[in-house]
């Protein structure tokens, strides 16, 4: 994980647009893990955002494009990526249960859990504009423990940049704008550097850390692309001066919320992916 000193990031760039609109619909979906070489909790998060995505693909009748992220991981980066087609703005957890399968009695029984979910979600309609690209950049995809992490954005139309980081803890870390960088607007192909050259003199060092007892973690930088801000600062709540939302689940949810008043064509998306290792 990324102290401040941090470890996985996203940025957003806005931007607002005549003639776009949304629905709300109402649907129920399903999600199952298996136990499988993964602690409960994270079978509990991978089946809670299966099941997100299930009920985004049902009301937006389109199947997401999986990101290439390693286990819990890959459906959480699948959730921030549906962002461009539909918004859980509101859940309810119907009911959890648990599956045991044994195929004969010489091996072991196999369990899954199924979650079953009650979602509201936000349907965009629109076009992309694929000429509107964000584009981001690490100084490594692979981290020794305790390395620094310098990441570049940079956008193809002038944007507001937000930069947030998804941690291996469950945790989203806003890293701009903050309270000592409030001012986050960018120019057609400016490159933005974070940290900045000074800043990493003195004030501001990201630094990769595994989580205690992990040997190996992985966290990815997402980048969305827009030309109005996204009042991240002012309309949710944070901890500390940069920015930390308790779970990714609560923060993808209110972020989807901001952005759903954008439209699809006024905004772009990028990832980068990353993993720390540990040299003990």
Known sequence: MLYLRLLAIVVILTSAVQGWSAERAVVTATGEA????????????????????????????????????????????????????????????????????????????????????????LQEKGNPDFSYQAMVQLNKTIYQSGDEMVIRARATKPSYLTILNFTADDRVILLFPNALRRNNLVEREQEYQIPSSSDRKGILKLE????????????????????????????????????????????????????????VNERAEATAAYEIVSGQ
């Open 34 to 121: 298996s136990l499988a070489n993964v602690t409960p909790e994270e079978a509990q998060k991978t089946a809670l955002q299966k099941a997100r995505l299930s009920a985004i693909e049902m009301v937006c009748g389109v199947k997401l494009q999986a990101e290439s992220f390693v286990r819990d991981f890959v459906l959480q980066g699948d959730f921030i990526h549906a962002v461009s087609y539909g918004h859980i703005v509101s859940e309810e957890i119907k009911s959890w249960k648990v599956e045991v399968e044994q195929k004969n009695p010489q091996t072991p029984p196999a369990m899954t859990y199924l979650v079953t979910i009650k979602a509201s979600v």
């Open 208 to 263: 990769v850390s595994n989580l205690p007892g992990h040997k190996r973690d992985t966290e990815y930088i997402k980048v969305i692309a827009t030309t109005k801000p996204i009042p991240l600062l002012e309309v949710l709540t944070f901890k500390g001066q940069y920015g930390v939302m308790d779970t990714v689940s609560v923060a993808a949810t209110e972020i989807a919320r901001l952005i759903s008043a954008i439209p």
